[in-house]
């Protein structure tokens, strides 16, 4: 059974820094692409960053580019999102999610807050 | 950019009648070397992440019921719910990765009426 849970998440001031990770299992984790997805409080979803799976290639939205960083640990099966120079539009929850071999999200994370006040 | 539109913002269904809700990107998203349409359907239950229920336009995801149904050319899609359940209120959402960044479109909520 596939499985993705986010961690890391809180309450952070702006211009401060956050690292959140993605625990998956029950998948060939270095086979596959892997995404963060944000959803701001009753807004849609957002695409942040990607990552492939072997070559480690990584890809941003422009708002993040120079802040955030993607990474993966394919020995640990885990997925990283470190987050610098917060702001307050970066308030949110993110998920990580798998890309199939279809490129679609197949799989997705329950989500961990983010939350970017004074 | 891809800009995904979708359209209505919220629509209330009866049990057991359809629902249709479209989805039109800003540029085509079929890929001429393979004839695929890179465009997903999520569905989204209040409090939960979002699930895949369609790629490839019209592709149903393993364990997706047969009422769920996708369609379209390579600018205009629809989902189509051929009799509304009642564990189908959600939000649904489509989305592009035909090219970067990956976009999704505002989402349409769909309720019981």
């Known amino acids: 059974e596939v499985q993705l849970l986010e961690s890391g998440g809180g309450l952070v001031q702006p211009g401060g820094s956050l690292r959140l990770s993605c625990a998956t299992s029950?998948?060939?984790?270095?086979?596959?692409?892997m995404s963060w997805v944000r959803q701001a409080p009753g807004k849609g979803l957002e695409w942040v960053s990607s990552?492939?799976?072997?070559?480690?290639?990584?890809y941003y939205t422009d708002s993040v580019k120079g802040r955030f960083t993607i990474s993966r640990d394919n020995p640990k099966n885990t997925l990283y999102l470190q987050m610098n120079s917060l702001r307050a539009e970066d308030t949110a929850i993110y998920y990580c999610?798998?890309?199939?071999?279809?490129?679609?999200?197949?799989?997705w994370g329950q989500g961990t807050m983010v939350s970017v006040s004074s | 950019d891809i800009v995904m539109t979708q359209s209505p913002d919220s629509l209330a269904v009866s049990l057991g009648e359809r629902a249709t809700i479209n989805c039109k990107s800003s540029?085509?998203?079929?890929?001429?070397?393979?004839?695929?349409?890179?465009l997903a359907w999520y569905q989204q239950k209040a409090g939960q992440p979002p699930k895949l229920l369609i790629y490839?336009?019209?592709i149903r995801e393993s364990g997706v019921p047969d009422r769920f149904n996708g369609s379209g050319s390579g600018t205009d899609f629809t989902l189509t719910i051929s009799s509304l359940q009642a564990e189908d209120v959600a939000v649904y959402s489509c989305?592009?990765?035909?090219?970067?960044?990956?976009?999704f479109g505002g989402g349409t909520k769909v309720e019981i009426k």
């Open positions: 999610a798998k890309q199939g071999r279809n490129d679609a999200f197949d799989f």
């Open positions: 029950g998948f060939t984790f270095s086979s596959y692409a």
């Open positions: 990552i492939s799976g072997g070559s480690g290639n990584t």
């Open positions: 540029q085509s998203v079929l890929y001429s070397s393979n004839n695929k349409k890179y």
């Open positions: 490839w336009a019209s």
């Open positions: 989305q592009q990765y035909y090219s970067l960044p990956l976009t």
